[in-house]
């Protein structure tokens, strides 16, 4: 895989949904790496609703053979879910998983007008139904399963994206 | 030996009673608890861990308090809940402990959450579980004689946490009738392991354990001389259903001495907050300016007791 430029998608992606932004807009990242970016796109795009975080962990459909997640953080939707039009965001995009679930957790708080999705990089190999609306970068190829790719913040909060193998 | 509690990847198994915790474990209970507190500000409060799953609320003892918290936590998580009082039922008929749970194991039983008069049934229960080879079913301890109360302490010890941050540089004190409390036991257990440097107790000689400093604590006769300076006051029921013989005089005259008033809040740290398992006896170990004053935080361990217990259940439950 060549190098990617995370800072540059960060910039193409917010291009792409600048257009689309009205104030009924609102941001939910996924944690960790689709928070960091979230946070990043909110400020970019001067999005007037406070930005919403959701952490997967209770929602996950391997619970029953991984068991809880380890540190799961506080998922915050600080803004009326009902009638609002909800982006959620995360760094890369893979079987869908995780958006299956954010997506059950979101409808918990209540019933938006509409949802659609933001990633930085599709990786590929999708095992649900789902599309990123938004994604600045979609690899040419999908990555083997043993190979994670996950977005990096530095001490400074440049972004960088990470590909390592799984032991 | 292995730790009865863990399984052998070290996972929680069963939650009977703080003592012999690693203190990972109990950090990272405290660490799960704290995502399930939001759940109640929800309009669904719900999740799907437990989906399908049953839970047994088995209680050979009365309880409200905590079989409603454990019932709540159970239902936000998506499980079945039924409750039995086994005052009322087999038991009375004369039916074992161990009969009891091979019945509702023939119900497809998930999860046993028992509080029973001896100390040490909730253990002999997941013995026998494990003996005859169902890990999947998980016991938790709701309170056994005068053992352990393990998710009391584990509630105390999220709200300290979330009132106090750190472990490390408190002054702790349990106060009153430590000698009949699985509460204080477990208490005790949980801030030795999260490295309290000082816990306290305080109370009548009649009211505490022989020995009791060989858990770790400073022993205290005077109310006033062991309040001074704490951060944290902890204080028990009187547990008078469970006393036997001339342990103390009489309820008036034990809350003149060992009753925590204004006056003698006034020694702690002026931060310090007051904690309070239930039921409370106003007028016997607490004063009610005291139990609904400002430094006061009895209501929130309630709320938090229902995460905590999320947490330990949806610990247990995934496998």
């Known amino acids: 895989m060549k190098q990617l430029d995370a800072e540059a998608l960060c910039r193409q992606l917010a291009e792409q949904i600048r257009p689309h932004v009205t104030p009924a807009t609102a941001l939910v990242g996924i944690y960790t790496g689709g928070l960091w970016l979230a946070e990043r796109l909110h400020k970019e795009l001067g999005i007037q609703q406070p930005l919403g975080a959701i952490d997967v962990s209770f929602y996950r459909d391997d619970y029953g053979s991984k068991g809880l997640h380890a540190k799961p953080q506080k998922t915050g939707i600080p803004f009326n879910v009902d009638g609002a039009h909800v982006i959620l965001v995360d760094d890369v995009l893979y079987t869908g998983r995780t958006t299956r679930a954010a997506l059950n957790e979101l409808f918990d708080f209540g019933r938006p007008a509409a949802v659609e999705l933001a990633v930085l990089v599709d990786r590929g190999s999708r095992e649900l139904p789902i599309a990123a609306r938004y994604c600045a970068h979609t690899l040419p190829e999908a990555l083997p399963r043993d190979q994670s790719l996950e977005l990096q913040r530095d001490d400074t909060g440049g972004f960088t994206l990470k590909l390592t193998q799984r032991t | ?319």
């Open chain 2, 1 to 319: 030996m292995r730790n009865p509690q863990l399984n052998q990847h070290g996972e929680l198994q069963h939650l009977l009673t703080l003592d012999g915790l690693p203190r990972d474990i109990l950090t990272a209970i405290l660490d799960t608890a704290a995502p399930f507190t939001e759940v109640a500000e929800r309009e669904v409060k719900k999740l799907p861990l437990l989906r399908g799953k049953s839970v047994f609320n088995l209680f050979f003892e009365n309880s409200t308090r905590t079989r409603t918290t454990f019932e709540i936590a159970a239902k936000r998580l998506s499980a079945d809940v039924v409750n039995l009082n086994i005052n009322t039922s087999s038991a009375a008929k004369g039916e074992s402990l161990l009969d009891t749970v091979d019945n509702l194991c023939a119900m497809q039983a998930d999860m046993f959450v028992v509080r029973h008069a001896a100390s040490g049934a909730p253990m002999l229960i997941a013995q026998h579980l494990q003996n005859t080879g169902r890990d999947h079913i998980h016991v938790v301890n709701a309170g056994d004689g005068r053992h352990a109360h393990p998710t009391q302490g584990l509630l105390d010890m999220y709200t300290i946490r979330h009132f106090k941050q750190d472990f490390t540089n408190l002054t702790v004190a349990i106060v009153g009738d430590v000698l009949h409390s699985r509460v204080a036991r477990s208490q005790i257990a949980a801030l030795t392991t999260l490295g309290v440097p000082e816990v306290r107790v305080i109370g009548p000689k009649t009211l505490l354990p022989t020995e009791v400093e060989k858990l770790g604590v400073r022993v205290f006769h005077d109310m006033r001389e062991g309040l001074k300076g704490v951060d944290v006051v902890m204080m028990l029921r009187l547990q008078n259903e469970r006393m036997n013989g001339a342990l103390l005089p009489t309820p008036q005259e034990y809350y003149k001495i060992w009753g925590l008033t204004a006056e003698k809040l006034a020694l702690a740290k002026p931060d310090a907050i007051v904690m309070h398992p239930g039921p409370m006896n106003r007028g016997v170990e607490i004063d009610s300016a005291v139990a609904d004053g400002a430094q006061a935080v009895i209501l929130p361990q309630v709320t938090f007791g229902i995460a905590v217990r999320m947490a330990v259940m949806s610990m247990l439950g995934s496998h």
